[in-house]
């Protein structure tokens, strides 16, 4: 292990995989805004920004905790498409115990600060998703990581918004969740079906393996395509503006990586760089969903 840079610090956070939690906050917090602004309600700018940047960390040190966890466990080894920060000896166990843990207490650092702005329920959810992030290795290596991961970044964040931005929690932000969610939960499930080989050889059991390869290609699509669907649920519902159909712009993006998922299926190679594709998918999707709640919310509709 020599001498790391700058970059090498940075990637060991996978921020390409950044949109999984972080979009979790824009997409709420621009819809808390429209709600606001369209009842009359106070909203906090400062709440809404420090929980962006919380979530950052957030999901930095469940990356790091996740890889740890991993290479301690036998899961992650050398010559793999996994991470490999610790399996090509780049960093050490100790290094990447130390990063993680620093990125908790700064997202838990920021997370006392939005605390003292608003109220118990923040604590209640904030611990809440720091013991999810904290044992998601044990959750994924029973079957249960893509409800961890729909919890830890859709509901739990998208209500926890809804309270620090407007003072209430605003329960229609659950068909957002059900908008938002899946595409994260498909980021975690390409990697999964991706690694079903390898995992099985470990000894672990991610909800991937149970369902088997065959039924990870319909429901990973079923992830990609339901928040279209809903999307428009939630505007014949009135819950949604009829500006986030904005969001239905990266649907052909979507429809090429499901081409080429069903391409992939009869390789040597099914599901490799999906969550890496999937995840830019989720950056595009939510930034789009987020412009037409800000619409809304500037035109008054």
């Not at 999901?59 to 740890?68: E, F, H, P, V, Y």
């Not at 739990?156 to 329960?171: Q, V």
């Not at 994260?184 to 088997?212: C, E, Q, Y």
């Amino acid at each position: 292990m020599g001498k790391k840079s700058i970059k090498d610090w940075i990637l060991a956070t996978r921020p390409w995989s950044f949109p999984a939690s972080s979009m979790s906050i824009v997409t709420s917090g621009t819809m808390m805004l429209w709600v606001a602004t369209t009842n009359g309600m106070q909203y906090d700018w400062l709440n809404a920004v420090l929980a962006l940047v919380a979530m950052v960390f957030f999901q930095t040190g469940g990356n790091l905790a996740s890889d740890w966890h991993d290479y301690v466990s036998g899961v992650d080894k050398p010559g793999e498409e996994s991470v490999q920060i610790l399996t090509s000896g780049l960093f050490s166990k100790k290094e990447v115990a130390w990063f993680a843990a620093a990125a908790f207490a700064v997202a838990c650092g920021l997370g006392l600060v939005i605390l003292s702005r608003s109220g118990i329920p923040t604590l209640i959810l904030g611990v809440a998703g720091l013991l999810l992030a904290i044992f998601y290795y044990l959750l994924k290596y029973n079957a249960l990581g893509d409800l961890c991961i729909f919890l830890e970044y859709a509901i739990l964040p998208m209500l926890g918004t809804s309270y620090i931005t407007i003072g209430r929690i605003w329960l229609p932000v659950l068909l957002l969740a059900a908008v938002v969610g899946p595409v994260t939960v498909a980021i975690l499930h390409a990697n999964n079906a991706r690694d079903i080989p390898s995992d099985r050889a470990s000894g672990i059991k991610t909800f991937a393996m149970v369902i088997g390869l065959k039924a990870s290609r319909p429901y990973y699509i079923g992830c990609i395509l339901l928040p279209y669907a809903l999307i428009i649920v939630g505007i014949l519902s009135g819950l949604f503006p009829w500006t986030v159909l904005a969001a239905f712009l990266a649907l052909p993006k979507a429809l090429g990586i499901i081409k080429d998922v069903n391409a992939m299926m009869d390789s040597d190679h099914p599901f490799s760089m999906i969550d890496l594709r999937t995840a830019n998918l989720q950056l595009t999707f939510s930034l789009l969903l987020a412009a037409g709640f800000i619409a809304a919310a500037i035109f008054g509709l």
